[in-house]
């Protein structure tokens, strides 16, 4: 049962000697200042920290954003392990490459959280949940979180209906001058059997149109090893049945109009095959349940600017996402359990805005869906779903102070094959924000925002077999959030940018529907916590220095919880809900000097309950992990190469974000990266 | 300098708060003990209490209840058995005692465990996956599994002697005689479901025969009159559950009460049963107890609550008579997910305490002397 495999012993040493190859024969080898490029990287990198900063200093919301090189700084492989570096959010981790990776902001739940993938959301009206483990960093420019909404006006309805948005934006591909094609080529590889290649593709068709097109393998063992001790058992085991094989490809035309609009069209495709490893409990250490995937979809979007009064965007997606689950231990007479699943959305949005006056803009947006869920379950119910999305919004704006509420409208119709739909829905919620800069020579910012809104009882919470229930209610949030930013810049200071954000929220949930995983990952059961009052305090730090050629970003995030279960008459009144923490942080510190860079991460959640009752047999410990990374760039005959190399969980401290779901311990990544023309 | 000192001062305030914070370790989860009212000395020791633990949660536990101390010992497997890894496991299923071992099976973590019955130090495992019941007949310990088969234990060995293939999905057992019957439910296939018990010969470890009774049978209890009890889950949506008597010299059904039952105890010339059933009207579950006299067949009035703390009960889930007192233990599962409540009645009905058990307080079984 205990076995270690002399095979993954040696490929975790194989990797430590990588390590220390790369970094301490390589190195040295290579360094060959490039300063013009790095002078240029550097530009461009303040540039975007000013832009960052200056979106963040300016919200009325809270913002969180990671990009560009910050982004690719961080010891993440896709986009789950990213989030985890923001404040105020909740990562509900499977653990392994494969495993489900959830956003949970703010103790909201995850189903409060609308995902953007270039401003359309990744709908799924089947669990309302968004793996963010499938979307690799590879393609990823920036990934920005807003509690609360994003305070543009020009943006679909969906945009405006969701508790918290994030967004995630993929690379437009940009050419140097006289060029008009590049490549990239990248390989990841390290533990858990990892190998993954991807290959970019930019092309300029002509000064106004261009084409990316991008594509990456992820094939791993994901084989770690993990440890449960109670000091006096001490057993370390090789988790099993946690290999995935996926294939991306994406493709996106970008082009802009002689009117200067702009219009993208996008298709994207995501394929796999993965083992679903199960919960490890005593004498069970190995499953053979198995799980396929294939998202596709195509999207476009055009954005008119010809007109500096109005100004339109229109959105237009088509998905299809099919998921298979396999468990040969379930075994009928039509042999073993084998569901399938496919989803099917069609999306349309239209959005204007107009400039009424220099201070006053005004906003429609309109947004249709329809989605339908096929899946070869008995007595399945056949669910298809029509949103009608209405948000009008207005904004009045002033150098120092702006004010902007929208109102949307939800019209929700269900149809089903089998049994009963859940009834007609109508909808009516606002939002208001606002944000006054007090002082004209202080960048000091106060904001406050509230938002009422809900989320709709999911296909599965509805309709499915024996646990959906279709007279369901919607759930309900109400958030109040007030917060300052403070940002200042140095001239001539080893201290170059210093910004401070903080917020102190208050929200409620109410008729909140919980899921909790059973026998698998893919089977629920349906739980009503009925209420939860989360009072919550958020702070992120950032601070930037130069000192002479060294350039050093440090950065702290902390968040103090309490999401407490207020459900009337319960037995738990008054206790932390499952899972959040009343204490987590985060701490980055990079350091960048010539073609070096180096990063430290530190994160830590605090001790949580799996359960509702906050008892001893239901205790979580704390975890925090220790990443580094080193990072080395040059280039030689026009090729631009990088070589990063990773270590995490530096202190090999084993643990669990879902109760016996292991992580891995210490593990090693290095990527190499070639751009060229 | 000042700043480059004062970017080494954060650093190492940080690092080093970071680096030596630890977690406490979590050791060996100690048993609680509650003092309840003692039964007295009688013939009972105490009563064993088996808490499923929701599926995947690894949080199977087990209480004792002490008949002469009154002390509810909660948790207690984990304090006996500090080396099993990951303690006792995911979602304990049954609980026997047979000579001087106490009987678990451990469904989601595919084993029984054989522990000594006054310690509960485990003593030995068999490992049987998808396990359900365990019942005993002249040292042998005979175990349903979900692949279809009875697992034949010798209690001394602790070595399977042979599988008996019975129906699809096998759960409650019940010895009558030479003959163990077997309630086959076919669960996994909803759209056909086993509708039949197996007939066991055990001086040949072979089924012998199938009675047809109906679908989805769980619970299987025998009488002292010759008689079986056996519930019918039905199919959780048209079909309801179902009480059937079936008379084991003719092996057929006898009678069929037309009352929903999910789980049932008899003790001497009784027959208790709880209920609960969902109704899609009132979008809740719908309680009762019920009260047969075996000897009869006949339904007894006003259940066997009777001071009206039913009330109290979100989801009756166990049931146990004491085979002295005739008192009447019940479980309340909750939601799953919180820790549920065990309850004593007296014979009359009244309530005489309740007490916090682990989640999903589910099976029970009598120490006796």
């Known amino acids: 049962m205990f076995r270690f495999l002399h095979a993954f012993k040696g490929v975790k040493y194989y990797l430590f000697v990588s390590f220390i190859l790369w970094t301490s024969i390589l190195v040295p080898k290579f360094a060959l200042a490039q300063t013009d490029s790095l002078k240029a990287n550097n530009l461009k990198e303040i540039k975007i920290t000013q832009k960052r900063s200056s979106l963040q200093n300016l919200s009325p919301t809270p913002l969180q954003i990671l990009n560009g090189t910050a982004l690719k700084k961080l010891n993440s492989l896709s986009v789950a392990d990213a989030i985890r570096y923001f404040s105020g959010v909740q990562l509900k981790d499977y653990g392994g490459i494969g495993g489900l990776k959830t956003i949970n902001v703010r103790s909201m739940g995850t189903n409060h959280t609308a995902v953007f993938y270039d401003g359309v959301q990744l709908g799924n009206a089947q669990n309302g949940q968004v793996d963010l483990g499938k979307f690799s960093l590879d393609n990823i420019e920036e990934i920005s979180l807003y509690s609360g909404q994003k305070s543009e006006l020009l943006m679909p309805a969906k945009a405006f209906a969701s508790a918290s948005s994030l967004y995630l934006k993929s690379i437009v591909p940009t050419f140097e001058a006289n060029q008009n094609r590049n490549f990239r080529i990248a390989l990841k590889t390290g533990s858990f059997g990892l190998i993954d290649p991807s290959v970019t593709y930019n092309q300029r068709l002509n000064h106004k149109l261009s084409v990316s097109l991008n594509a990456e393998l992820i094939n791993a063992n994901g084989k770690y090893k993990y440890r449960y001790t109670n000091s006096v058992y001490d057993t370390t085991v090789v988790r099993h049945n946690a290999d995935i094989f996926a294939k991306r490809i994406e493709g996106g035309l970008y082009g802009t109009t002689a009117d200067s609009s702009i219009w993208q069209l996008k298709l994207y495709n995501y394929n796999s095959e993965r083992g679903v490893p199960g919960a490890i409990v005593a004498n069970r250490f190995e499953f053979p349940q198995r799980q396929w995937d294939d998202n596709f979809f195509v999207q476009s979007s055009y954005q008119n600017n010809f007109n500096k009064k109005l100004q339109f965007l229109v959105n237009a997606k088509y998905a299809y996402d099919f998921t298979r689950y396999l468990d040969p231990e379930r075994v009928s007479l039509s042999g073993a359990l084998d569901n399938r699943y496919a989803h099917q959305e069609l999306y349309l949005s239209f959005a204007s805005q107009y400039h009424l006056t220099k201070y006053w803009d005004l906003s429609l947006s309109t947004d249709y869906t329809f989605q339908k869920l096929d899946a070869n379950l008995e007595n399945f119910a056949y669910p298809e779903r029509q949103t009608g999305l209405i948000a009008f919004a207005t904004k009045l704006s002033w150098q120092r102070f702006s004010i902007q509420g929208n109102i949307l409208t939800t019209l929700v119709a269900d149809r089903v094959k089998n049994n009963s739909p859940a009834g007609d829905k109508a909808e009516y919620t606002p939002t208001l924000m606002a944000s006054w800069q007090p002082f004209a020579k202080d960048n000091l910012r106060l904001r406050a925002f509230y938002k009422s809104i809900f989320r709709m009882p999911t296909f599965n919470d509805l309709y499915y077999t024996f646990i959906g229930n279709s007279k369901l209610n919607p759930e309900y949030t109400t958030q109040y959030d007030f917060g300052f930013t403070y940002s200042k810049s140095f001239e001539r200071k080893r201290l170059t940018n210093i910004s401070i954000q903080a917020d102190a929220y208050y929200s409620a949930v109410r008729d909140k529907i919980i899921a909790i995983p059973t026998l698998t990952l893919f089977r629920w059961t349906m739980v009503n916590l009925g209420k939860v009052e989360v009072k919550g305090l958020e702070t992120n730090i950032q601070s930037n220095w130069v000192i002479d050629q060294v350039q050093v970003i440090a950065k702290a995030n902390y968040t103090y919880e309490r999401a407490l279960d207020v459900t009337p008459r319960s037995e738990v009144f008054g206790q932390q809900i499952p899972y959040i923490p009343i204490n987590s942080g985060s701490i980055t510190f990079g350091v960048d000097y010539k073609n070096f860079g180096f990063n430290y991460s530190y994160i830590y959640t605090g001790e949580r309950y799996s359960q509702k009752a906050n008892i001893p047999v239901n205790y979580v410990e704390p975890w925090y992990t220790h990443d580094l990374a080193l990072r080395y760039s040059f280039t030689v005959a026009k090729i631009n190469y990088s070589i990063a190399t990773e270590m995490n969980n530096v202190f090999n401290q084993y643990y669990d974000v879902v109760l016996n779901y292991p992580m891995p311990g210490r593990n090693f990544r290095i990527t190499l990266i070639t751009k060229f023309n | ?369």
């Not at chain 2, 633990?53 to 207690?76: E, F, L, P, Q």
């Not at chain 2, 001497?268 to 209920?275: C, E, N, P, W």
């Not at chain 2, 989801?315 to 409540?341: E, L, N």
């Open chain 2, 1 to 369: 300098m000042k700043k480059s000192l004062s970017i080494k001062l954060i650093t190492a305030v940080c690092l080093s708060t970071i680096l030596w914070s630890c977690r406490k370790d979590k050791g060996v989860t100690p048993e609680e003990q509650i003092q309840l009212p003692g039964q007295g000395i009688t013939a009972v020791n105490g009563l064993y209490v088996l808490n499923e633990g929701n599926w995947g949660s690894n949080k199977s536990s087990i209480d004792y209840y002490d008949y002469a101390t009154g002390v509810y010992r909660r948790n207690i497997y984990g304090q006996a058995n500090p080396g099993a890894t990951l303690g006792l496991g995911d979602v304990g299923n049954d609980i026997k005692i047979y000579g001087s071992k106490l009987y678990v099976i451990v469904n989601g973590s595919g084993k029984l465990e054989i522990l000594d019955v006054k310690t509960a130090k485990k003593l030995s495992q068999v490992d049987i996956s998808n396990c359900r019941y365990v019942t005993f007949h002249k040292n042998k310990a005979y175990v349903t599994a979900y692949d279809g088969y009875v697992a034949v234990i010798d209690t001394a060995s602790y070595k399977i002697d042979a599988k008996i293939t019975v129906g699809r999905q096998p759960e409650e057992m019940a010895v009558v005689g030479e003959k163990l019957y077997v309630a086959n439910s076919g669960g996994y296939s909803s759209s056909n479901y086993e509708r039949t018990l197996s007939v066991i010969d055990l001086a040949t470890n072979k089924e012998a025969k199938r009675i047809d009774v109906a679908i989805n049978l769980h619970r299987l209890k025998a009488d002292q009159y010759g008689d079986l009890y056996v519930t019918s889950r039905g199919n959780y949506g048209d079909i309801k559950s179902n009480l059937y008597v079936i008379d084991t010299k003719t092996e057929a059904v006898k009678k069929k009460f037309d009352i929903e039952a999910s789980n049932l105890v008899i003790d001497k010339d009784f027959a208790y049963i709880i209920s609960t059933a969902w109704s899609n009207t009132t979008m809740s579950t719908v309680v009762s107890y019920s009260k047969i006299n075996v000897k009869d067949e006949s339904i007894a009035a006003g259940g066997f609550i009777t001071d009206g703390t039913q009330k109290e009960i979100v989801m009756p889930y166990g049931i146990a008579v004491d085979p002295i007192s005739s008192d009447i233990y019940i479980t309340d599962a909750k939601d799953y997910v919180t820790p549920g409540t065990l309850y004593l009645f007296d014979k009359t009905g009244k309530k005489k305490f309740s007490v916090a058990t682990g989640d999903i307080p589910a099976h029970l079984v009598f120490y006796t002397k």
